[in-house]
């Protein structure tokens, strides 16, 4: 199966384009976006050398469905989807921070809490929590974006001190934020699962605050089945999930966390091609929809970049 891994397109208007740990953005005349879903897939602020199958697909259809039932909430930046990999949208300028909300103590933040922090961005956290235990109400946890290497736990207060985002902005973006993840824990639990937690990115257009880049996809997001979801915190099992937190542990397993010294294991061709079936495994939950996959017959990044430049002349007309 094949999978893209990098685009080097050339659109009318192009004045840039920026290459992420996943997306490959182009700007088109600092008016529109062109944002391509590859199949890279990255891990603890690294991409793995090997790309997944279908991902991309995956998680432009994921976000594209999410932005389009949130739209009543905020306004976000999506125009079309031009190909199955690639949405074009409204450029925003970003803001530097992501706004990360969580309903459930795990991953990082129980890694956090189990070596003994209770406070988390300046949210204090009750003593006496299990691994994968609710907290009382969701908690937000912002980070920093960084282009390169980690991004950084910071608090509200930090984030309006440091002038990051006006307290105005921020305020209208935190409460975005407990909306749209109640829409997306709602939507989730009508197809059994859970949705755990996620980010958030928004920028800003026209002194108007917009939801940016993907949301409630398996890259930015974290669901648990919610079937046996009670049974197995009582028992202090693993949940199941789907998530790119298996990955996560793969490498844990295989000595790898990106610290110092530490190689990148082997990729092999059946271990990306279980990845691929996990994040289709997941669309098809979260969407309640088949996945349809693309035909695999002809070039990837031709077929992407056709469609796009089709779409873009049709709005000259």
């Known amino acids: 199966m094949k999978a893209l891994t990098k685009t080097d397109f050339h659109f009318d208007g192009q004045k840039s384009v920026y290459h992420g740990k996943v997306r490959d953005v182009y700007n088109l005349d600092d008016d529109l976006i062109v944002m391509v879903a590859t199949d890279r897939i990255s891990a603890f ?26 739209t009543d909430i905020c306004p976000n930046w999506k125009l079309a989807t031009p190909d199955p990999m690639a949405t074009v949208g409204l450029r925003c300028e970003g803001f530097r921070v992501e706004i990360i909300i969580r309903s459930i103590l795990t991953g990082s933040a129980w890694r956090a809490y189990k070596a003994g922090k209770r406070e988390l961005c300046g949210v204090p956290l009750p003593d006496g929590m299990k691994e994968n235990e609710r907290f009382p109400e969701p908690i937000i946890t912002p ?3 960084a282009d390169e290497g980690h991004d950084m736990d910071i608090s509200r207060e930090e984030i309006i001190t440091q002038g990051l985002v006006s307290e105005e902005d921020y305020n209208v973006m935190e409460d975005y934020t407990r909306r749209i993840f109640q829409r997306g824990q709602e939507i989730a639990a ?52 789907l998530s790119k937190e298996f990955v996560r542990q793969w490498l844990i397993e295989h000595n790898f966390m990106n610290e110092p010294g530490q190689v990148m294991p082997e990729i092999t061709d059946e271990y990306a091609c279980s990845v691929s079936d996990r994040y289709i495994e997941l669309y098809e939950h979260i969407t309640g929809k088949t996945f349809v996959r693309t035909e695999q017959d002809e070039d990837l990044a031709s077929r992407i970049e056709r469609n796009i430049k089709n779409w873009l002349a049709n709005q000259k007309k």
């Open 190 to 241: 009508k197809r059994g699962l859970i949705l755990v937690d996620t980010k958030y990115e928004f920028g800003k257009r026209d002194g108007k605050v917009y939801l940016i880049d993907e949301i409630h996809t398996p890259d930015s997001s974290r669901y648990f089945y919610a079937d046996g979801y009670e049974e197995k915190l009582r028992k202090g099992e693993p949940q199941r999930q």
């Open 143 to 145: 980070t920093t974006k």
């Open 45 to 70: 602020d690294v991409v793995l050398p090997k790309g997944i199958p279908f991902k991309g697909q995956v998680l432009n259809q994921i976000a594209a469905d999410f932005l389009d039932q949130t």
